[in-house]
DNA sequence: TGTAGGTATGAATCCGACT
DNA sequence: AAGTCGGATTCATACCTAC
């Protein structure tokens, strides 16, 4: 395991499932965890992510990533043993919002709850443009978080809304299923204090809480996209974007 | 029990169970079921003990699903049954939308698999602004529907959005829950020929059905709601709104 | 700085060829 | 062999380039 402290963020190389038990208490588990989704058939879930989810022609534009061929009672399992330790870690009324799509939507809400959480909405992220439109088809242009709390919510803090409209090519992406920084940012809206990300990935979620005023803690177990996020957590530390005007008055006033 | 014929809609004055075995093959179901999704999973209630006095290895397993969750279970089965009898009632590759809320997403994608049908995926109604917001939350401001088909597509037609966005309150509404007729229109580009609605409420998928060319069977068991359907389509069809340009090519283009 | 037009791309899906 | 793999397909949107 090895342990990185850039400013307010604390990054961690290792398995979230090893990690988490020796974490001390946070305010909000905000994460993009592996969906283990694709396909109707066996062989079009357990492939390579990059057959999986990008086209052809752009196949290899992103490293791999691994904890994505679960079929979905494991996935199932896997979800409500990290969600049950992400529980055991959360603040009185903390929360969580965990991202999925449209497959594996149903198995995440009953993830959450047989974690301990309770289950208090789902949220909308409309991508704009799809992903492989189909004749005759509905687009599925959307991914979607679930959230929820531990236990009664704290009720304080901005409205926000439950659909958040971003392009998912509009910023610089490391990460095959990388967020936009604004996405993450506008969520954020839901809670001050410390943000834990489980499955940080290329590190979106941490960047929108440092550069909004946030602490940070992240776990990774792939070094190529840890280094990513050190990279680009050193950079907004090192070039002062700790304080976006408009989200730190927004971080105070969810504090207030 | 009783029959409108209106142009080429039929409309039925009785509970859908009783009818839907007596019709002949439709080309899609587009329908907006009651929810029953009131007081549901009163998470809440148990969580901030539940959470506090359990081990990590015991915690929490299936809270919601002890004691006041028969509504659920209920609503599952009896989802399942009509959704049963309405794949007979289908063309091969025949297309099924259902309207659902947050709460009951994952028991209707559970329920129109178990009814046989193709879950293809989930669509979101975008209504732009909330009922209740509140503070420290993110709005339940979308509604879904879950959509699918019987067997393999047929793949032709428009490349349908998988976000609708139309404010509730945008247009004349009848029923508490109704849809905007606008809405519905779009999602007709899904098919062609004859629209099923088993709960048509007060008819604005059978008013859109109308205005784009689509031959439209609607059952509704609440004779209040059955009027008003009726009024609407009998106007309708009086003032010849049949076509709506736009909406008419879109047919054709679909059925080409 | 603004507008117009061309190009790249997507947390897929399906079918056929192959081992 | 209750398989596996790779290529073709689809178009709204965002971004880039030229004027």
């Known amino acids: 395991m090895r342990v990185e402290h ?4 604390t990054l961690y190389l290792a398995d ?9 208490k946070v305010d909000a588990v905000i994460t993009d965890p ?20 990008q086209s052809t022609e752009h196949r290899g ?7 994505d061929t ?6 199932m399992v896997w979800c409500t043993l990290w969600l049950g330790l ?24 009953d993830a959450i709850q047989c974690g301990g959480w309770v289950w208090r909405g789902i949220g909308v992220w409309d991508k704009t443009e799809a992903a492989r439109p189909q004749k005759g088809r509905f687009r599925n242009q959307s991914e979607y978080f679930v959230w929820g709390s531990s236990g009664p919510m704290i009720d304080e803090g901005p409205c926000l809304p439950g659909v958040f409209r971003y392009s998912a090519q509009s910023e610089e992406k490391h990460h095959i299923t990388g967020k936009p920084v604004s996405l993450m940012s506008d969520m ?16 979106s979620t941490g960047l929108a809480a440092i550069k909004t005023g946030r602490k940070f803690i992240g776990i990774e177990r792939d070094p190529a996209y840890f280094e990513i996020t050190v990279a680009r957590i050193r950079a907004a530390v090192g070039q002062g974007q700790l304080f976006e005007p408009e989200r730190a008055k927004q971080v105070q006033e969810t504090l207030a």
């Open 61 to 67: 534009l992103y490293p791999e990533f691994g904890g």
């Open 6 to 9: 850039i400013g307010d963020a």
């Open 86 to 109: 992400a529980l055991s870690k959360v603040t009185a009324g903390g929360i969580l919002a965990c991202f999925t799509d449209w497959r594996q939507l149903p198995t995440t809400t």
């Open 188 to 203: 954020l809206g839901i809670c001050g204090g410390i943000v834990l990300d489980p499955f940080m990935g290329s590190g």
């Open 34 to 53: 592996p969906y283990s989704s694709g396909g109707m058939m066996r062989g079009d879930r357990i492939g390579a992510t990059s057959s999986k989810y």
């Open 70 to 75: 679960r079929d979905q009672r494991a996935y």
């Open 16 to 24: 979230c499932m090893d990690v988490l038990p020796k974490l001390g």
